[in-house]
C-alpha cells in the first residue's frame, strides 16, 4: 500500500514498510497570529522562511493553511502553494475546509507541477465533504487525508472510527479515487478531557490498519492539550501510534524527528540505523 506524493521535482512514498514520513505542521495560520498578522498585511515571506526551515529540518512534506480570520482563502491559498513549491522542492499537504480555495490551489499545483501529487487534507464521513472533496481529488490527481468523523461528531469507540474510515475508503473507490490514495486519520483527542482518549485511538488506529491496510497520519499534539510536559506526553503517544499504524504524522520535525527516526530504527523500518546514524551524524557535525 504505497501512497505517491509528488512536488516539481520530488516523489515521497508513505507505506507501512518504509521509513516514517514527516508531515510539517508548523505553516498554519490558523494556529499561529504571526502568520496570520503576515498574511493580512500580504507578506508571503514568512510562511517561505518558514517552509525552507521545516525542509533543513528534515520536512518530507509540507501542510499549508492560510485559514485565519481577515485572510481570504480563495486569493491567499494559491499563493502560499505558489510561494512554497517555488522555495522548496517538496510535496504539499493543502489543508483547508473552504472548497472553493481548495479548487484553485490544486489547480496551481497543477500549473507549477503538472506532473505533481499534492495531499488534501481533508475530507471525512460528512456528506458534503465526500460530494465537495473527493471530485477534486479525483480531478486533479490528489491524495486525501479521511478523517474519522462524520454528521455525528467524533465516535467515541475504535469501532465507531472504524465504521467512518471504512465509508470514506468505499466512497472514495466509489468516485475512483484509488484506497491508496486514502491517508486515514483516527484523531486524537485530548486525555485530560477524557482519560480513554489515548487509547481509543490507539485502538482505532490498529483497526483500521488491520482491516483495510490504508496508511495513517495523525496530529498526536492534541493528546496532551491542557496538561503540563506537553513535549513527553506527545512523543510517547507518537511512538504508540507508530507501533499500531500510523507512518506519516503531522509534526513539529524539528523537535520531533530524531525522536521519530528512533522509534523507526525500534520498529525495524531502518535498516541497522544506517538513517539514523547518517542523521544523528549530520546534526552532530552541525553542533545540534
Same mark, same amino acid.
Not at 493528546?223 to 501510534?241: H, N, T
Given at each position: ?87 522548496? /522542492? ?20 497543477? /500549473? ?37 468523523? /462524520? ?138
Amino acid at each position: 500500500m504505497e501512497t505517491i506524493l509528488k512536488s516539481v521535482e520530488t516523489t515521497v512514498v508513505i507505506a507501512p514498510h518504509r521509513p516514517t514520513v514527516l508531515i510539517g505542521e508548523k505553516i498554519s495560520a490558523a494556529a499561529r497570529d504571526d502568520l496570520a498578522r503576515a498574511l493580512r498585511d500580504s507578506d508571503l515571506a514568512p510562511l517561505i522562511e518558514e517552509a525552507e526551515e521545516q525542509v533543513e529540518a528534515g520536512a518530507d512534506v509540507l501542510e499549508v493553511n492560510v485559514g485565519a480570520p481577515g485572510v481570504d482563502e480563495v486569493v491567499w491559498l494559491p499563493k502560499a502553494v505558489r510561494a512554497i513549491l517555488e522555495a522548496v /522542492d517538496v510535496p504539499v499537504s493543502i489543508d483547508t475546509a473552504d472548497f472553493e480555495a481548495l479548487e484553485v490551489a490544486l489547480s496551481t499545483h497543477r /500549473d507549477l507541477a503538472p506532473d505533481g501529487k499534492p495531499l488534501i487534507n481533508s475530507v471525512n464521513g460528512e456528506e458534503r465533504y465526500l460530494e465537495g472533496i473527493l471530485p477534486l481529488a479525483v480531478e486533479y490527481g490528489a491524495a486525501v487525508i479521511g478523517m474519522t468523523l /462524520d454528521d455525528e461528531g467524533i465516535p467515541q469507540t475504535p469501532e465507531a472510527r472504524l465504521a467512518v474510515a471504512q465509508k470514506i475508503v468505499e466512497r472514495a473507490e466509489a468516485a475512483c479515487l484509488a484506497r491508496e490514495d486514502v491517508v486515514i486519520d483516527c484523531m486524537a483527542l485530548s486525555v485530560s478531557t477524557d482519560p480513554q482518549a489515548g487509547r481509543v485511538t490507539l485502538e482505532a488506529i490498529r483497526k483500521v490498519r488491520e482491516a483495510l491496510g490504508v496508511n495513517m497520519t495523525l496530529g498526536p499534539s492534541n493528546v496532551s492539550f491542557g496538561l503540563p510536559e506537553r513535549e513527553k506526553l506527545d512523543q510517547a503517544f507518537i511512538a504508540m501510534a507508530l507501533q499500531n499504524g500510523v507512518n506519516c504524522p503531522i509534526v513539529n520535525v524539528g523537535q520531533d524527528r530524531r525522536f521519530i527516526m528512533g522509534v523507526d530504527v525500534i520498529l525495524g523500518r531502518d535498516e541497522q540505523g544506517l538513517r539514523f546514524i547518517e542523521t544523528y551524524r549530520e546534526q552532530s557535525q552541525e553542533g545540534g
